[in-house]
């Protein structure tokens, strides 16, 4: 029968790799993430009760939630006294979906807490976080669900699709310690060596490439630093990263609090900088628009048609997304056969698992397998680098996007969550 099926080699080693990280997910699937049930339990006692808290906690900055609803009128009325130009609808009515909020948020970053209230409340009316008698969260992280091949988990029921501030609900098991591994700007290296832009991988070689960019676009002299330097190499981190997902000057402006002249200025430098970048990046757009396959090093592919509905950025940010879910796919595998326990997959990161007096040595050993997975996708001897955050047991995770809110919990709740 496998003499007929009609796949060449190529094919069934994806097919294999593939099977290899279907199983290594459900291992994941299998072990969860430990939870502090405790504090959890605490929550769903007073859950209605801290909502309205943290409404009105939140509210005192902005203004714009009455009895306990958000209001339109008076968020209009915040905008026009921040003079924050907001995106509205055909119809004159403000923008208000998940994803305007997002990008407003890292435009205006004092409008953080607000999305970050909505994204609750939206998400968390109920918890419906899935925690087993054994205090671990397990959820379906449905592989390959996305257009990039990425999972899907439910974004309810995974401890990693809630809000920033529920991750403080991860707790190591007595005896026991986590390590949170993640590539170091996965998108920039991928786009680097995929594009052939010996300049840009440059960039990400020199360990900071927004501060390199700043460099090279002579905006800073040669031995600039983060320190010395910060308003510039902030202001080159928002090119850099907005570049991925084709945002426009007028947004990389906002979100830098530039004057978008000056944004246009940068986006120009970045494009004299790293030209072939671009090139190439033009290249897959165009290609994509037109109906050719793009696909990633290891074969997973997009294509638009009838039927698909595949916007000009999908082409421009899908190469760096599929090719960093390969990535990891690789090294979710590496680190199973090496028997490295892995708790979750978190987009460009991994979870992992082990005995107090050994998760250093794990790391280390975790590190090294993420590396090498980098250097299949990105080919000519160059690896990723890896970073990684480790919590020893008796702490919690903590994710500093949600660290003030979780502070508030524990206020809230009071001395019973430690």
Known sequence: MLAHWPVGPMDLDQVLTRGRYVATVALM???????????????????????????????????VYDKGSFRVHLFEHYLGAENIAWPRLASGELQLDRDTFKMMALRHPQLAELRELRKTLAEMREI????????????????FNSKTGRNQPSTTKFIFGLPAWARSLIKPEPGTALAYLDFSSQEIAIAACLSGDDALWQAYASGDPYIQFAIDAGLAPVGATKESHKAERDACKVIMLGVQYGMSAYGMGQKASLHVLE???????????????????????????????????????????????????????????ANGAEMLRLAYIALEEESIVMCAPVHDAILIEAPLDAIDQHVERATHEMQKASGWVLGRGRQCRVDAEIVRWPDRYIDGRGANMWSFIQSHLGEEVA
């Open 128 to 143: 419906k976080l899935t925690v087993g008698r054994d205090g671990r969260n397990r959820t379906l992280l449905s592989p």
């Open 263 to 321: 944004a246009e200025d940068l986006l120009q430098r970045h494009k004299d900088v790293y030209l072939t970048f671009w090139r190439w990046a033009e290249r897959n757009v165009n290609a994509g628009l037109a109906g050719v396959e793009l696909h990633t090093v290891f074969g997973w592919k997009i294509r638009a048609g009838k039927g698909r509905d595949v916007k000009e950025n999908t082409f421009l940010n899908w190469p760096m997304q």
């Open 29 to 63: 699937e299998h072990r969860g993430v430990p939870i502090d049930t405790t504090t959890l339990g605490l929550m769903r006692d007073n859950w209605h009760d801290f909502k309205q808290a943290l409404i009105e906690k939140t509210d005192q900055a902005y203004g």
